[in-house]
């Protein structure tokens, strides 16, 4: 790599007179590197130039040296003025970036083996989410990384190790169809569930506690975090770190950061994965995981990193990735700072009467347990509830054809984590499973037919153009569509228990 600081604004003698070459001054590049203030106005590269100079700026430098010294021939600044409007400009520019005629290559080569970036829109519509906006990002990246220089100097990472983290990187497209990933069939959440809590998971989560026993029992001890809801995580978010993911954090982190619909938030992630390297905590290898950034065997993302992990057993590092102590400590402590309280229960599996009013199976009406009995729910396995001044609210999944649950305050802790109902009723049920508890007491409605993501769109458009749903429809189901549904259920006299069966659709549908 070339390290020398080259006087590029080189004193030249034209007629007698001493010039500045500005004949600089009509080269866009040239303007580039100026306004990036990676080449000082007296002409002398500053900051990242060394960083930059194996690359295009390099060419960039080399070129403008040549390009002053070709001016040396020449007469006039008018000479100067229109030699550098097209000529000498584009065959400069064409040196080290071709002709320009050269059409934009459609995708982007994949890394790791992954397919290639499909070269569509995403699916979300947003402006910056077009392929013409991705291309566009994309030619920039170069740009957008070394702008980032200064935020990062703030967070005390030393250019010697922005540099070393950032060379070479080149933007991740591929992340760009799974950003904006629209299945068209979703999994209905009991075959979530069959997926993840299974028997070769347990077995393996049974083999982690007892290999690490007393690691979980100091993390007990110390955040009052219980061992088996950490196990669980482990076990769900990355198999017990067999599935933890390939991509590289600092490649994916700033490919989102320069490219894409979310660049505020994950150029905070972006920087403080940087941090976590300058910091010695993680080697660049162990920073390996999904497409959104999220690292190690329990998936922090780089802010909850910096939030979270913790040194559990005082080596100096935070090492969430290869070290169980760490690992464990530092997702307890997560978990803690979340909310967690010692000694409850996720939620409890409960029996809804006949004719029950489902209005009441929303997160926002949560009551005390007393009420719920009130209400003549009762636990599933017929045990008696522990505490009944707790609050919970009721999650009613399947409806009236499938079991309901009354969710406590860990729950909404495990919600934090990640912000799916599905999850974390698999975190939940996983941990009791490898406590000795028993599979759920209530059958599925595996006979119902999941919708298509056309026909969950299709659903809430029907149910926008009756004035029940307020959202924009995008075929993504949650609290709000099943308000909805519950409110045209009970406008029909049907059962209102938000469920969306295809029969539901039919109704919707006028049929």
Not at 218 to 243: C, F, H, L, M, P
Not at 295 to 324: E, H, I, L
Not at 348 to 368: C, H, I, Q, R
Not at 481 to 503: C, K, M, N, V, Y
Request: charged letters at 20%.
């Amino acid at each position: 790599m070339v390290t020398a600081r080259l006087p590029l604004h080189l004193p030249l003698r034209a007629g007698g007179a001493t010039t500045k070459c500005p004949l600089l001054s009509y080269w866009k590049p040239w303007q580039g590197l100026l306004a990036r203030g990676l080449v000082a106005t007296d002409g002398y590269g500053m900051g990242l130039m060394e960083r930059t100079m194996g690359n295009r700026t390099g060419a960039i430098l080399i070129a403008a040296t040549l390009l002053c010294s070709f001016e040396a021939a020449l007469v006039s600044p008018s000479h100067a003025q229109s030699a550098g409007g097209d000529g000498i400009s584009n065959f400069l520019d064409n040196i080290f970036s071709g002709p320009k005629a050269s059409p934009t290559p459609q995708t982007a080569p994949g890394t790791n083996g992954a397919p290639p970036w499909s070269g569509e829109d995403g699916a979300s519509g947003h402006p910056l989410m077009t392929a013409s906006a991705i291309r566009q990002a994309a030619a920039n990246f170069q740009n957008c990384v070394a702008s980032m220089w200064p935020d990062a100097a703030r967070r005390n990472i030393s250019q010697e190790n922005f540099e070393r983290f950032t060379a070479g990187l080149e933007p991740d497209l591929r992340i760009m169809d799974l950003m904006d990933s629209q299945p068209e069939f979703t999994k209905a959440i009991w075959d979530y569930l069959d997926i993840l809590v299974n028997d070769n998971r347990l077995a393996k989560g049974r083999e982690v506690l007892a290999k690490y026993k007393p690691q979980f029992d100091t993390v007990e001890k110390a955040y009052g975090v219980d061992r088996y809801i950490i196990a669980s995580i482990w076990g769900i978010e990355s198999n017990y770190s067999t599935q933890i993911g390939d991509r590289n954090v600092v490649q994916s982190t700033a490919t989102l950061a320069c490219i894409g619909r979310r660049q505020a938030y994950f150029k905070d992630e972006f920087l403080t994965a940087l941090e976590i390297l300058n910091r010695g905590d993680l080697r660049p290898e162990q920073m390996r995981g999904s497409w959104a950034g999220a690292f190690g065997p329990t998936q922090f993302m780089p802010t909850a990193f910096k939030r979270y992990a913790v040194d559990g057993d005082g080596d100096g590092r935070r090492d969430v990735v290869d070290n169980a102590a760490d690992l464990i400590a530092s997702t307890a402590n997560n978990l803690k700072k979340d909310g967690w309280q010692t000694g409850r229960s996720w939620g409890y599996e409960v029996v809804l009467p006949e004719g029950f009013n489902f209005m009441l199976a929303d997160k926002s009406k949560a009551m005390t347990i007393a009420q719920w009995q009130g209400q003549g729910l009762k636990r599933a396995d017929g045990k008696p509830f522990p505490d009944t001044n707790e609050k919970a609210y009721l999650l009613a999944p399947a409806g009236m054809q499938g079991p309901g649950f009354l969710m406590l305050q860990n729950f909404r802790v495990i919600m934090k984590y990640n912000p799916a109902e599905a999850y974390a009723l698999a975190i939940g049920h996983f941990a009791d499973r490898l406590r000795g508890g028993a599979p759920f007491v209530q059958p599925w409605p595996r006979q119902e037919r999941v919708l298509s993501r056309a026909e969950r769109l299709e659903l809430q458009q029907l149910l926008a153009q009756r004035g029940f749903y307020r959202g924009t429809p995008d075929g993504q189901f949650g609290g709000q569509t099943r308000e909805a549904l519950r409110s045209f259920q009970a406008s029909i006299g049907a059962p209102a228990d938000g469920f969306a069966s295809a029969d539901v659709l039919e109704r919707l549908r006028g049929r």
